[in-house]
């Protein structure tokens, strides 16, 4: 049609198109003109709640049936939602493993200083904290951890988990955490990554774990649904978690370290994809982004080995946070998202040495990851709240006699919902 | 230990690794220096049967539990599989939609070239087949298919589904089938794609359908499993399907084709991935490749829409097709991978044009996944075939009373198997 010259009527109809909005009624014109106003409306981006209307009231059969095919629903919006987030909407959290945030922050400057920063002093660690000037954040430390939770359970936030208690505190919707080991990765094009807005799109727009779509992400610019994908499913479901991924440093365990030292990840994969319900995969905290509002209480921090110690091999609280989380969201009806954002991990830490503490999180494994493939939450979890307790009782009765790890695991996890009951009330 | 000046120790280590295959006996050195040279004995790629063996007939119990946590087992080949495949184990099956496959072949005749072809001419097409020199291959017209099925059913074999009948006569392991209106893809550094060799690669290496892997396939080069990915589920399992891409003109049902006709899918996503167990996907019958031993019965021509045409678009077969390969996968623990190899789709037709054929497709999609999706096979069903079976009398059943089209696919998936257990027979 595009090629031809245009006939009289495609003119017309480009002419009706472009005052389309000053029409008041479309009853008067023949089926294949109207059909054919319709899709070009669309394709223009012109399709409104009012033009929405003015079509369905010539009450048409192709047209309406178009509608129902497009899965086209009355809002209040223009069709095509705008993807925006107000920065005030944002916490990011940040772990400081090492007092001394001067160069992770400078790496990152341009990306975060738009935001307010919670930044958690791991409370293990000694020395002041030192952050550069021109950012807004609030800092935490052992004494503040103590005063808000008892000073009996501070170690509960020691390490990696000291992010947890920003997680706590925070009251924004969005909550996004990297380690302060990672700094801005580069796309293939040699351009620094917006890590921030990359996980804020991700969260904002849909997922779709209920059908694979293979060209990956249909929310991403020049994407769409494969042929075959059910119209119902389009609209996909609310994304709760988005988890990034890590170039150079990959997050392997200890013994994968261990055995492959020269391995660095230096495989790009351009896309975002929605984990398929009922999948579990292992989530990594290093560079993760959720809605705190739809999942933020199970994003906890209970599964401690006995020899955790301050390098992410030598910990699998996040795997376990991400297994639980990933439940939560398929009972629900959330998505989880992983791919980009990347970050670019440095080195840290010599895996041969920490081998002989992974074991342990090696072995559990084994046992947590069918214990949550079976996962099945009841009706009456209405809430990630009760969600978490549910999955509590279950680590306690199915895992507690394997190993005491998990009756500690699952205490703890009751005890993370009481105190984010607790903080929420106050505040 | 790299950095510093090596001891003496690690001298001697390094020495005893680089004669590691003439000891008979390793049982008199200390337990940590045994596994020193067990690490670095794996990590030089020199661990195999005989030397395996001699590790653990030290009785060394941090020997035994690396060997155990590393998932290591006693196989008579070196520990590192190497990839490959013969020639003749592979056909490539051709529907030759338009007769003249001139410009197509020589397109892909550095690729094609090495492997045998099985060209089935579109029983509804007249002309003579145009086959340019220096293939090998066989062809069939609609005289041989109605020699092999009887001349009342060879419309199940017309359009793309013409590509089934040499699945049918095909005596090899692996089957490639590429549609006649692609042409090789390049990668984002402009090198053109061997997607034959990466298809083959994606059927040799194991799937990991049971945990989800978020750095991609780990068999990939340079990839590995995840922090926290269990080791018991490191083996994988065998790949029966590989689902290859499109660039340029993306596989997209004609309604959104209509809708963007100016979108080209130009993001060329460098990564495999296993669809998790249970997941379902719409597969393309465009670009794809299978384990025909595991899985060949179940690749099948059953689901015809009443205005089927020769656009990818104006057909869903392959999706279906695929849901039922997916199904069998997860019931006989194969599995199913999706991503590379990429190939370029041209553009053929117009999208407006089909828009009214279409609806019947997007319409049946709604009933279709979800049925598949709930769909449970009996332990019964140990072979391809057996599931067919099942899958077939429950579509009947379940599908049958919404639409005819269902109960003609649960005939025609009969038929199939019965033909397919003919030909096995006659050959």
New interface residues.
């Given amino acids: 049609?595009?090629t031809d010259p245009p006939s009289l009527l495609s003119l017309a109809i480009d002419s009706a198109l472009l005052h389309i909005s000053s029409y008041s009624d479309l009853s008067f014109l023949p089926e294949h003109i109207l059909e054919d106003l319709f899709?070009r409306t669309?394709?223009a981006g012109k399709l409104n709640e009012k033009i929405l209307k003015l079509f369905i009231a010539t009450g048409k059969e192709e047209i309406l049936?178009?509608i129902g095919?497009?899965n086209i629903q009355c809002v209040l919006t223009p069709v095509l939602p705008t993807i925006s987030v107000r920065d005030d909407e944002v916490d990011i959290v940040i772990a400081a493993i090492e007092p001394d945030l001067t160069s992770f922050l400078e790496e990152w400057r341009a990306v975060f200083s738009r935001f307010h920063l919670i930044i958690i002093k791991d409370p293990d660690i000694k020395g002041e904290l030192k952050i550069p000037g021109g950012f807004n954040y609030d800092t935490y430390t052992k004494a503040d951890i103590q005063q808000i939770i008892g000073p009996s359970n501070a170690a509960t936030f020691s390490g990696y988990s000291c992010r947890y208690f920003g997680y706590l505190l925070s009251k924004k919707k969005y909550i996004i955490s990297i380690d302060d080991d990672c700094i801005p990765a580069k796309d293939?094009k040699g351009i620094q990554v917006d890590a921030i807005a990359q996980h804020i799109n991700n969260l904002l727009t849909p997922a779709t774990p209920?059908?694979?779509?293979?060209?990956?992400d249909p929310f991403?610019k020049?994407?769409?649904?494969?042929?075959?994908?059910?119209?119902?499913?389009r609209n996909g479901v609310s994304c709760a978690l988005s988890?990034g991924?890590w170039l150079n440093l990959?997050?392997?365990?200890a013994?994968?370290q261990?055995?492959?030292?020269e391995?660095?990840?230096?495989?790009?994969?351009?896309?975002v994809?929605t984990?398929?319900?009922?999948?579990?995969?292992?989530?990594?905290g290093i560079n993760i982004a959720f809605d705190r509002e739809l999942v933020g209480p199970a994003l906890l921090p209970s599964f401690k080995l006995a020899k955790e110690g301050k390098f992410?091999?030598e910990t699998?609280e996040d795997?376990w946070t991400?297994m639980c989380v990933k439940v939560v969201c398929d009972h629900l009806g959330y998505g989880v998202k992983?791919g980009l954002p990347y970050v670019w991990r440095k080195e840290r830490g010599?895996a041969?040495e920490s081998l002989k503490k992974e074991?342990e999180g090696?072995?559990l494994?084994?046992e947590v990851?069918p214990f949550f493939?079976s996962m099945k939450l009841t009706p009456a979890a209405k809430t990630a709240e009760d969600c978490v307790i549910e999955i509590a009782a279950a680590v306690k009765e199915q895992l507690g006699r394997i190993d005491p790890v998990f009756t500690r695991a699952a205490d703890s996890m009751v005890e993370w919902v009481q105190l984010w009951k607790t903080v929420k009330t106050r505040t």
């Fill in positions: 049609m595009r899709l669309l394709r049936s178009l095919a497009f293939t209920f059908f694979f779509n293979t060209l990956y991403c020049g994407a769409d649904f494969v042929r075959g994908y059910p119209f119902s499913l988890c991924l990959a997050d392997l365990d013994p994968t261990a055995l492959k030292p391995l660095r990840n230096t495989r790009y994969v351009d896309a994809l984990v398929p319900a009922r999948a579990m995969m292992p989530m990594s992410r091999w699998v795997v991400g992983t010599n041969i074991w090696v072995k494994m084994e990851v493939q």
